[in-house]
């Protein structure tokens, strides 16, 4: 690194933003970007050349932005605000830095594309927080196979990238927009937001990791009872009351294409209808709505019939607020935590609500054995694989008689 910490050589501007020379060459010339009375550059340098670069090659040409820059209509000094931090380019290739840390380069091109979105070579160059990310995969790939690495990666990503999305749209939205609308032309909006950011970043960084460690704690508790469960069944002990809670999973079919075709309005509305009916059903049979899940809810129930039979009048309801449910119902022992419940009657319930087709209700067949109510029939559809259980499940269509 040339100069003081954090300044940059021109040179290092180019490989740090991943862009040619003659890119760079030609935002000094346009202004955007300028080097200090030293002649280095900083981070934000660094930051405004990768982002003029990708509006560039979308067809937001450079210079249309210096234009916006030089007239004031748009500044891209927010770019040397403390959040915007994203890491750059490092000295390293990617096959240099597998070769460091030990990992076979494949493990790195097999789960590159669902980790980081593009898929990378030996040659291509290495960011500088990917070890933080290949570390951990090289250590859980001698451990598990490719493909479940794979699948966990897009998870992780899909989620955060739902995260980061949300951020946007507050930030350009509400904040950017809401300055906007007080008077404030574009350029000065978004000066005035990027200096309240600075604040909000840091925390809103902590109320990720907050609630990630809270969901971590659920879900990590879900599969500690499921591990003490089996142990306890495997040492011949009955496990659970002689008469143990019903868990129904019922979820809006088609909720995603209609929200994805109409806006979040539409989804907003249906998932308040959908929170009405199920609540006042519910009460009606004494059950107890959970969790709410979007575009579906978990609800408890002491009385597996009265389940089956709350469930039945929501799912027949359902295409009355304009789209069809489905639902999944288990029984059997659960463990409570922080008014949340754990064990395999909760998995199962939501494993065969995802089995079932729309307008149709599927039960285990611990339900059927304890159900009480002679006005339900249950036809048998079969043992159905479920994803994550190593076993078939005998699975029942439930009806009302007649």
């Given at each position: 690194m040339?100069?003081?910490?954090?300044?940059?050589?021109?040179?290092?501007?180019?490989?740090?933003?991943?862009?040619?020379?003659?890119?760079?060459?030609?935002?000094?010339?346009?202004?955007?970007?300028?080097?200090?009375?030293?002649?280095?550059?900083?981070?934000?340098d660094?930051?405004?050349?990768?982002?003029?670069?990708?509006?560039?090659?979308?067809?937001?040409?450079?210079e249309?932005?210096?234009?916006?820059?030089?007239?004031?209509?748009?500044?891209?000094?927010?770019?040397?605000?403390?959040?915007?931090?994203?890491?750059?380019?490092?000295?390293?290739?990617?096959?240099?830095?597998?070769?460091?840390l030990?990992?076979?380069?494949?493990?790195?091109?097999?789960?590159s594309?669902?980790?980081?979105?593009?898929?990378?070579?030996?040659?291509d160059?290495?960011?500088?927080d990917?070890?933080?990310?290949?570390?951990?995969?090289?250590?859980?790939?001698?451990?598990?196979?490719?493909?479940?690495?794979?699948r966990?990666?897009r998870?992780?990503v899909?989620?955060?990238?739902?995260?980061?999305?949300?951020?946007?749209?507050?930030?350009?939205?509400?904040?950017?927009?809401?300055?906007?609308?007080?008077?404030?032309?574009?350029?000065?909006?978004?000066?005035?937001?990027?200096?309240?950011?600075?604040?909000?970043?840091?925390?809103?960084?902590?109320?990720?990791?907050?609630?990630?460690r809270?969901?971590q704690?659920?879900?990590?508790?879900?599969?500690?009872?499921?591990?003490?469960?089996?142990?306890?069944?495997?040492?011949?002990?009955r496990?659970?009351?002689?008469?143990?809670?019903?868990?129904?999973?019922?979820?809006?079919?088609?909720?995603?294409?209609?929200?994805?075709?109409?806006?979040?309005?539409?989804?907003?509305?249906?998932?308040?209808?959908?929170?009405?009916?199920?609540?006042?059903?519910?009460?009606?049979?004494?059950?107890?709505?959970?969790?709410?899940?979007?575009d579906?809810?978990?609800?408890?129930?002491?009385?597996?019939?009265?389940?089956v039979?709350?469930?039945?009048?929501?799912?027949?309801?359902?295409?009355?607020?304009?789209?069809?449910?489905?639902?999944?119902?288990?029984?059997?022992?659960?463990?409570?935590?922080?008014?949340?419940?754990?064990?395999?009657?909760v998995?199962?319930?939501?494993?065969?609500?995802?089995?079932?087709?729309?307008?149709?209700?599927?039960?285990?067949?611990?339900?059927?054995?304890?159900?009480?109510?002679?006005?339900?029939?249950?036809?048998?559809?079969?043992?159905?694989?479920?994803?994550?259980?190593a076993?078939?499940?005998?699975?029942?269509?439930?009806?009302?008689?007649?």
């Amino acid at each position: 690194m040339g100069g003081s910490v954090g300044r940059y050589t021109r040179d290092e501007v180019v490989r740090r933003s991943g862009v040619g020379p003659d890119f760079v060459e030609r935002l000094l010339q346009l202004g955007v970007v300028a080097p200090a009375a030293d002649g280095t550059f900083g981070r934000g340098d660094v930051q405004r050349v990768r982002l003029v670069d990708a509006c560039d090659r979308a067809g937001l040409d450079a210079e249309a932005i210096a234009e916006a820059v030089s007239t004031g209509r748009l500044s891209l000094a927010f770019m040397d605000a403390p959040q915007f931090r994203w890491s750059e380019y490092g000295s390293e290739t990617c096959g240099e830095l597998a070769t460091r840390l030990g990992i076979p380069f494949e493990v790195i091109r097999e789960t590159s594309a669902a980790l980081v979105n593009r898929h990378l070579s030996p040659e291509d160059p290495a960011r500088e927080d990917d070890e933080s990310i290949f570390r951990l995969i090289g250590m859980v790939a001698a451990l598990a196979d490719l493909d479940a690495l794979v699948r966990i990666g897009r998870v992780y990503v899909d989620g955060l990238r739902r995260v980061a999305d949300a951020e946007s749209e507050l930030f350009q939205t509400h904040i950017v927009g809401g300055l906007v609308r007080s008077g404030l032309d574009y350029g000065a909006a978004l000066d005035r937001a990027t200096s309240l950011g600075t604040e909000l970043t840091p925390l809103m960084e902590q109320m990720v990791l907050t609630l990630y460690r809270r969901q971590q704690e659920r879900g990590w508790t879900e599969g500690n009872v499921e591990g003490i469960e089996r142990a306890i069944e495997a040492s011949g002990a009955r496990v659970g009351p002689a008469r143990p809670p019903a868990f129904v999973f019922i979820d809006l079919a088609g909720y995603t294409g209609i929200t994805a075709a109409e806006g979040d309005a539409t989804g907003a509305r249906l998932a308040r209808e959908l929170s009405a009916m199920v609540e006042r059903i519910v009460a009606d049979h004494a059950g107890t709505p959970v969790k709410w899940l979007g575009d579906g809810v978990m609800v408890h129930f002491r009385q597996p019939g009265r389940a089956v039979r709350a469930t039945l009048e929501m799912v027949d309801a359902a295409p009355t607020i304009g789209l069809p449910a489905h639902a999944g119902i288990a029984a059997g022992p659960v463990v409570m935590q922080d008014g949340d419940y754990f064990g395999r009657a909760v998995n199962l319930a939501s494993r065969i609500s995802g089995a079932a087709s729309a307008g149709q209700t599927l039960v285990t067949a611990a339900v059927v054995d304890l159900n009480e109510d002679p006005g339900l029939t249950f036809r048998p559809v079969g043992p159905l694989e479920l994803k994550g259980l190593a076993e078939p499940v005998e699975v029942f269509e439930a009806a009302v008689s007649g």
